[in-house]
């Protein structure tokens, strides 16, 4: 039996699936209102916490906005590279810079609980450079 809250997690996956560009909370809202014209801004972050939790989803901490995970099932923090020009966003894995950042703070004795990485510049479609 599905509850309320995984038909919600599962409304919110799809719309950031069908888009596919960074979406706020509230944009987010906007969208879910189509199938739940009583939807209440909690109830898309409550979503949204449950699915970034559980790697569905990543919060892009510079624009405020969440994407889908696009690299499906991973153990290591992903690579963000968000176009300053059309807003595509890549996810990359890269766990052995992962590991020199956290090799790196550590000689301080810091200790990371977590990692946001996030590149932004222009796409290759943007940047014909590149």
């Not at 919600?8 to 069908?18: A, D, P």
């Not at 059309?86 to 996810?91: D, I, Y």
């Not at 894995?93 to 932004?120: C, L, M, Y």
């Amino acid at each position: 039996m599905r509850t309320r809250g995984s038909v919600i997690r599962s409304q919110v996956l799809s719309v950031l699936k069908e888009h596919r560009k960074p979406m706020s909370g509230y944009e987010l809202l906007d969208h879910l209102r189509a199938f739940n014209p009583k939807i209440a801004p909690p109830t898309v972050y409550r979503a949204l916490a449950v699915l970034t939790k559980d790697g569905d989803v990543h919060r892009l901490e510079s624009l405020n906005a969440f994407v889908a995970c696009r690299c499906g099932d991973h153990d290591d923090p992903s690579i963000m590279a968000i176009c300053e020009d059309c807003g595509a966003v890549e996810e990359n894995i890269a766990p052995a810079v992962i590991r020199d950042v956290s090799d790196t703070t550590a000689k301080t004795g810091f200790a990371p609980t977590r990692h946001v990485i996030e590149v932004h510049g222009r796409c290759a479609a943007c940047d014909p450079s590149v």
